[in-house]
């Protein structure tokens, strides 16, 4: 393999892995985890030093992404208990608002008025290992590329 080809490999390997890398948030991210028994829904947050989102507004997205109701204000321990609403089936956004950059979105699936909690979809950030796993696949098809460049310049 020549040295045209090595840094091609190399230049494109880095980019690969720099593109499936998260992004760093602004200030301080947001992160959420829910537990939900009997109607009764348990949102505790915290920045991602683990400090809690203190007084963040909860509240409901409407289909168009605009603030919608309002469930209450995460409390000093960083958890905010609430009943939803009733909502028909299907999926409901929720936004934990701490202010511009301190954020944190939620998808709530609800099948006959309940929250199942195992398709729950976490906003912006959360494919840390889908990335990682992706890497080594990146790395094989460029080096496949080099390969069969390589081949045809013969």
Not at 112 to 133: C, F, H, K, Y
């Given at each position: 393999m020549d040295i045209r080809s090595r840094f091609a490999l190399i230049a494109t390997t880095a980019?690969?892995?720099?593109?499936?890398?998260?992004?760093?948030?602004?200030?301080?991210?947001?992160?959420?985890?829910?537990r939900y028994l009997d109607g009764q829904l348990e949102?505790?947050?915290s920045f991602s030093t683990g400090e809690p989102v203190k007084g963040a507004v909860v509240r409901l997205l409407q289909?168009?992404?605009?603030?919608?109701?309002?469930?209450?204000?995460?409390?000093?321990?960083?958890?905010?208990?609430?009943?939803?609403?009733?909502?028909?089936?299907?999926?409901?956004?929720?936004?934990?608002?701490g202010g511009p950059g301190h954020?944190?979105?939620l998808t709530l699936p609800l099948q006959?008025?309940?929250?199942?909690?195992?398709?729950?979809?976490?906003?912006?950030?959360?494919?840390?290992?889908?990335?990682?796993?992706?890497?080594?696949?990146l790395v094989g098809v460029v080096g496949l590329m080099v390969r069969?460049?390589?081949l045809r310049q013969r």
């Open positions: 980019l690969g892995l720099a593109l499936t890398q998260p992004h760093p948030a602004e200030a301080h991210g947001v992160e959420s985890s829910l949102l505790t947050s289909a168009d992404g605009t603030p919608g109701k309002e469930l209450g204000h995460i409390d000093a321990k960083g958890r905010l208990e609430v009943t939803l609403p009733e909502l028909g089936d299907g999926l409901v956004d929720l936004q934990v608002d954020r944190d979105y006959q008025g309940r929250v199942n909690l195992d398709e729950v979809v976490m906003g912006p950030g959360s494919r840390t290992a889908l990335n990682w796993a992706v890497a080594p696949a069969v460049r390589s």
